[in-house]
T-cell receptor, first 115, second 114 residues
Framework: AQSVAQPEDQVNVAEGNPLTVKCTYS??????LFWYVQYPNRGLQFLLK??????LVKGSYGFEAEFNKSQTSFHLKKPSALVSDSALYFC?????????????FGAGTRLAVHP | DAGVIQSPRHEVTEMGQEVTLRCKPI?????LFWYRQTMMRGLELLIY????????DSGMPEDRFSAKMPNASFSTLKIQPSEPRDSAVYFC????????????FGSGTRLTVV
């Protein structure tokens, strides 16, 4: 069965330091992987995706993610964190069931960037 | 495009009352999803539609919850009767036919049942 795991409930990082938010997945076939961000009192917003091609994908707000097939991971990274990056981050993988596409979301990781 | 539009943004109702949440998906998107988000349970998929047809409603918590999609541009989620434990943020999301583009989420409806 397809699944996504975000092993950390919360990540704390100082402003200006690099950040990593972890995600591992389990899916049959080639994975389509996504990262979403949720700011307070807002809906989830698309950050970036991996479908095929270069393992390092770049997205909005300076974020990037690295697809690692052997480790079945898709960690979200940013070289220098901003306080405004503090939010809830969700990893997701596409699932196909009965011919229908849907996303399986992780439980979310709260990122707190401290001044 | 205005994105996925949900209404109302906030709803406060008394226990036992009927509540109807509304969603307008992005034009051309053929899949629509209803989610509920709480601190305790996180993000839960309630039901999803493909081409206006309900595909999977296994996430609907009880018979008090029902959802409809009468046409490609409108969906409702109804709770009757509402209970305090239904208090949550309800999100609607839509996606195009392929799995390449992910979802676009609405801003949500914050429901408080007192």
């Amino acid at each position: 069965a397809q699944s996504v795991a975000q092993p950390e409930d919360q990540v704390n990082v100082a402003e200006g330091n690099p950040l990593t938010v972890k995600c591992t997945y389990s899916v049959s076939g080639n994975p389509y992987l996504f990262w979403y961000v949720q700011y307070p009192n807002r809906g989830l917003q698309f950050l970036l995706k991996y479908i095929t091609g270069d393992n390092l994908v770049k997205g909005s707000y300076g974020f990037e993610a690295e697809f690692n097939k052997s480790q079945t991971s898709f960690h979200l990274k940013k070289p220098s964190a901003l306080v405004s990056d503090s939010a809830l981050y969700f990893c997701a993988v596409r699932s196909i069931s009965g011919g229908y596409n849907k996303l399986i979301f992780g439980a979310g990781t709260r990122l707190a960037v401290h001044p | 495009d205005a994105g996925v539009i949900q209404s109302p943004r906030h709803e406060v109702t008394e226990m036992g009352q009927e509540v109807t949440l509304r969603c307008k998906p992005i034009s051309g998107h053929n899949s629509l999803f209803w989610y509920r988000q709480t601190m305790m349970r996180g993000l839960e998929l309630l039901i999803y539609f493909n081409n206006n047809v309900p595909i999977d409603d296994s996430g609907m918590p009880e018979d008090r919850f029902s959802a409809k999609m009468p046409n490609a541009s409108f969906s409702t989620l109804k709770i009757q009767p509402s209970e305090p434990r239904d208090s949550a943020v309800y999100f609607c999301a839509s996606s195009p036919p392929t799995g390449l583009y992910g979802y676009t989420f609405g801003s949500g409806t914050r429901l408080t049942v007192v």
